[in-house]
């Protein structure tokens, strides 16, 4: 089982970069994927990033995508989520999240059984 801890968020002007971490807990954090999800006031869940294992590579909700990146430092048990060019509809709850599955491009909250408490990104006009 893997706790996360997300922390970094905070109150940006738009056109301003946060980066967001997610900590997790467990010496097999190698075997998870980590994905990035955010929630709005009075909206539903929605996917903003997540890591592939079989090339390496991340996948971004368009909303994001050339903004956001996701990275992952393994020695330090830790993804990150760079943030540029905040816009106010990033406003949100960020979430990090992790699964099992070996490789997925799902964009799903029910891919992913483990979650953070949440951290507060707000982007003022």
């Known amino acids: 089982q893997v706790q996360l801890v997300e922390s970094g968020g905070g109150l940006v002007q738009a056109g301003g970069s946060l980066r967001l971490s997610c900590a997790a807990s467990?010496?097999?954090?190698?075997?998870?994927?980590i994905g990035w999800f955010r929630q709005a006031p009075g909206k539903e869940r929605e996917f903003v990033a997540g890591?592939?294992?079989?090339?390496?590579?991340?996948y971004y909700a368009d909303s994001v995508k050339g903004r956001f990146t996701i990275s992952r430092e393994n020695a330090k048990n830790t993804v990150y989520l760079q943030m540029t060019s905040l816009k106010p509809e990033d406003t949100a709850i960020y979430y990090c999240?992790?699964?099992?599955?070996?490789?997925?491009?799902?964009?799903?909250?029910?891919?992913?059984?483990?979650w953070g408490q949440g951290t507060q990104v707000t982007v003022s006009s």
């Open positions: 999240a992790a699964t099992t599955y070996y490789d997925t491009t799902s964009t799903s909250p029910s891919t992913y059984g483990y």
């Open positions: 467990g010496r097999t954090f190698s075997g998870y994927l």
């Open positions: 890591e592939r294992r079989s090339d390496g590579s991340s």
